[in-house]
C-alpha cells in the first residue's frame, strides 16, 4: 500500500499579499456590501478575541471577533461574526 500524499501549501507571494489594497467593503451571500458603521469601529479598534465560536451551526465553522471601539472604554465590548465556504464570506452578527 502507497504512503498518503501530503498536500503541501501552495507558495505564497507574499509580497503581493502585504501590498494588497483593502478595500472597505464586507462580502455578503449576494456580493459586497456596505457596512460603513462597522468599518467605523474596527479601524483602531482594540481586538479582544479572535477565533471560531462555539456550538453556532455556521458554514466553515465561522470567524468571531470581539473587540473595544477606538476610543470607547474596555468594558464596552463589540462582536462580529462571519460565516464562509467555497463561494466566499459574509457577516451574519454585528453588534454589542
Same mark, same amino acid.
Given at each position: 500500500?502507497?504512503?498518503?500524499?501530503?498536500?503541501?501549501? *501552495?507558495?505564497?507571494?507574499?509580497?503581493?499579499?502585504?501590498? #494588497? &489594497?483593502?478595500?472597505? #467593503? $464586507?462580502?455578503?451571500?449576494?456580493?459586497?456590501?456596505? +457596512?460603513? @458603521?462597522?468599518? *467605523? &469601529?474596527?479601524?483602531? #479598534?482594540?481586538?479582544?478575541?479572535?477565533?471560531?465560536? +462555539?456550538? $453556532?451551526?455556521? @458554514?466553515?465553522?465561522?470567524?468571531?471577533?470581539?473587540?473595544?471601539?477606538?476610543?470607547?472604554?474596555? *468594558?464596552? &465590548?463589540?462582536?462580529?461574526?462571519? #460565516?464562509?465556504? @467555497?463561494?466566499?464570506?459574509?457577516?451574519?452578527?454585528?453588534?454589542?
Amino acid at each position: 500500500m502507497d504512503a498518503p500524499k501530503i498536500c503541501k501549501a *501552495e507558495k505564497v507571494d507574499s509580497d503581493r499579499y502585504r501590498k #494588497a &489594497r483593502i478595500i472597505e #467593503a $464586507l462580502p455578503g451571500p449576494d456580493g459586497p456590501g456596505g +457596512e460603513n @458603521e462597522l468599518f *467605523e &469601529r474596527l479601524a483602531g #479598534a482594540t481586538i479582544c478575541h479572535i477565533g471560531m465560536p +462555539e456550538n $453556532l451551526p455556521l @458554514e466553515g465553522g465561522g470567524l468571531a471577533i470581539d473587540y473595544v471601539p477606538s476610543g470607547e472604554r474596555g *468594558e464596552v &465590548r463589540c462582536r462580529v461574526i462571519f #460565516a464562509f465556504n @467555497e463561494n466566499g464570506m459574509w457577516l451574519v452578527y454585528n453588534g454589542r
